[in-house]
């Protein structure tokens, strides 16, 4: 399948959400994830229209950032290792993985202008996933007021991988729920506006609960190449 095929896919399915609940599809970022693909599939992926991409590792966000540079806008939704906020700082659009003081304390020291950030919260609970505790959501964007380049956008979760759609559904209505009480607050360091959750599996449900950013790989520019 090209790209131009799924993304029409993809177009259709969130039109059929956002009926579902009432919502516009304006208000859904498709962030087009190539991790798992060449840099020739990514530039298809900008061609075809796909605006926004996501790479969650170093080396593979600055090949592909080198080949496209400005014709997309960049995501980084990976772990991101203090010492190497340095190297991408300057390319980068949105952090989806802002999870420790540590690490905005090296973004605010690297940067001359304010970066746009999601907190990453970890709303399952699983060891295995990164992110924050929803008991800790709160008081840690509190003190990120410190951090004069840190602007939290919005929040980012990656839900289990699991079918079934309750528990799904539990995990993007938790980060929604946390996500009002923040902008509720109108901190001026956080409008805290967006949430970015669903991937190829689920960004139906995440749509229907009120996802702004949804994460797309292998359903957009899959299938991976062995
Ligand atoms: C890989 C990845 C995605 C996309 O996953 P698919 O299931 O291929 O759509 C989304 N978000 C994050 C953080 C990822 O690492």
Redo the contacts with the bound molecule.
């Keep these: 399948m090209t790209v131009a095929e799924n993304l029409t896919q993809i177009q259709e399915n969130i039109k059929h959400a956002c009926e579902k609940a009432g919502r516009d599809p304006e208000d859904i970022t498709i ?1 087009g ?1 190539t ?2 693909v060449t840099i020739e599939r990514a530039i298809e992926a900008v061609h075809s229209g796909v605006r926004h991409l ?1 790479e ?1 590792r170093m080396e593979g966000f600055l090949e592909k950032h080198e080949n496209i540079g400005e014709q997309a806008i960049w995501h980084f ?2 772990t991101l290792q203090s010492r190497k906020v340095k190297d991408i700082i300057d390319k980068i659009d949105y952090i ?2 802002l999870d420790r003081k540590s690490l905005a304390k090296e973004i605010n020291k690297r940067t001359d202008k304010p970066v746009d950030c999601f907190v990453q919260v970890n709303v399952s609970g699983e060891e295995s996933k990164h992110g924050l505790q929803l008991e800790e959501v709160e008081s840690f964007i509190d003190t990120l007021q410190n951090y004069p380049k840190i602007r939290v956008v919005g929040l ?1 979760t ?1 839900a289990p991988h699991v079918d079934d759609e309750q528990i799904l559904r539990n995990v993007f209505q938790s980060l929604h729920k946390i996500k009002n009480t923040i902008q509720e607050k109108g901190w001026d360091h956080a409008p805290c506006q967006y949430l970015s959750m669903g ?3 689920d ?1 139906q449900v995440a749509i229907e609960e009120g996802a702004t950013h949804i ?6 520019v ?1 299938p991976y190449e062995e």
Excluded: A, E, P, T
């Design positions: 962030i994830v991790k798992y996501g969650n939704i990976g989806h993985s980012m990656m991937m190829s599996n960004y994460r797309i790989g292998s359903s957009l899959g």
